[in-house]
């Protein structure tokens, strides 16, 4: 299970979690940070029996370098809000017909990839990210842009290493790309750093367009001692691929990356579901055993 005991409170101030967000705008930072705390909390206690969280955790906020006001919380269709009912929220029990059916959707996938995506012309690819994803086209051709965004990671980064913290780095969505590419380069903005543990979520860097545009060979960063990959089938960002283990080669010290498959079970308030949503991660049982022994 990963969880031991019941109605426990962690409280460790060597340890920091640190959080990067996804796409899109979001609630103000203060008000972010606090949800996805919260979302981890409710995780902790229904599936482990932990009272609470009482870890440092920090958020690499980057919403403001993109838009020129927060998004309003009375507005929002998806804020955060605990999960339904009581106890233990579902675990992703595949049988072997559906682990199948996944790989082969990924095999499509593949298959596309090597008719259409590589090698893609940088036209196509600069066209792709432009249409679909605004932020990730502007974080790449915006050489400020990019440099603020990992800016707020790397300060972070920074303090936690000063204070001898151990790090567990949090990453959801396009979060992902920024922290990926971070950590590659940590060796010469953030020299010495260790992560303990590198989480990734409903995470694109599997897709054929972010592999185009990502520095460098696909590998393990070598300040990465844990990398751990979770995955909603149905995440409509990572469903073509929800395994990184084999994109991803191991680095110097063998780490390589540990993929989980999850229920993503996020419901907004108008009931419609979401598995690319980052407090369905944050909450599901195989993150909060993640979470239990980092902190634990």
Not at 127 to 155: C, G, Q, S
Not at 221 to 244: I, M
């Amino acid at each position: 299970m990963g969880c031991n005991g019941y109605a426990r409170s962690l409280t460790l101030n060597d340890k920091v979690i640190i959080g990067i967000h996804g796409l899109s705008n979001k609630a103000d930072a203060e008000t972010l940070r606090a949800w996805w705390k919260a979302a981890m909390s409710e995780g902790l206690l229904r599936n482990c029996g932990v009272k609470s969280l009482d870890v440092d955790v920090e958020l690499a906020y980057w919403a403001d370098l993109m838009y020129p006001a927060p998004a309003v919380v009375s507005e929002m269709q998806e804020p955060y809000l605990p999960a339904e009912g009581e106890g233990p929220l579902p675990r992703a029990r595949l049988s072997v017909g559906k682990l199948a059916a996944i790989r082969v959707q990924e095999g499509v996938g593949k298959v596309l990839e090597k008719l259409f995506g590589v090698p893609l012309a940088e036209e196509f690819i600069s066209d792709a990210l432009e249409a679909r994803m605004p932020d990730l086209h502007r974080y790449k051709h915006d050489w400020r842009a990019l440099n603020a965004v990992r800016a707020r990671l790397i300060e972070l980064l920074e303090v936690a290493q000063a204070r001898g913290q151990q790090i567990m780095l949090m990453a959801h969505s396009m979060g992902s790309i920024v922290a990926y590419e971070t950590l590659r380069e940590a060796w010469s903005t953030v020299p010495e750093l260790e992560v303990a543990q590198f989480v990734t979520m409903g995470s694109p860097l599997g897709l054929a367009e972010v592999k185009e545009v990502v520095v460098g060979p696909l590998r393990v960063p070598e300040c990465v001692a844990r990398w751990s990959n979770f995955a909603d089938p149905r995440d409509r960002v990572c469903r073509w691929d929800t395994f990184l283990n084999d994109e991803y080669a191991a680095n110097s010290r063998g780490v390589t990356v540990s993929d989980h498959l999850i229920i993503n079970g996020y419901v907004s308030p108008a009931g419609e579901p979401n598995p690319h949503k980052i407090y369905g991660y944050l909450r599901a049982p195989e993150m909060s055993d993640l979470l239990s022994g980092f902190v634990g």
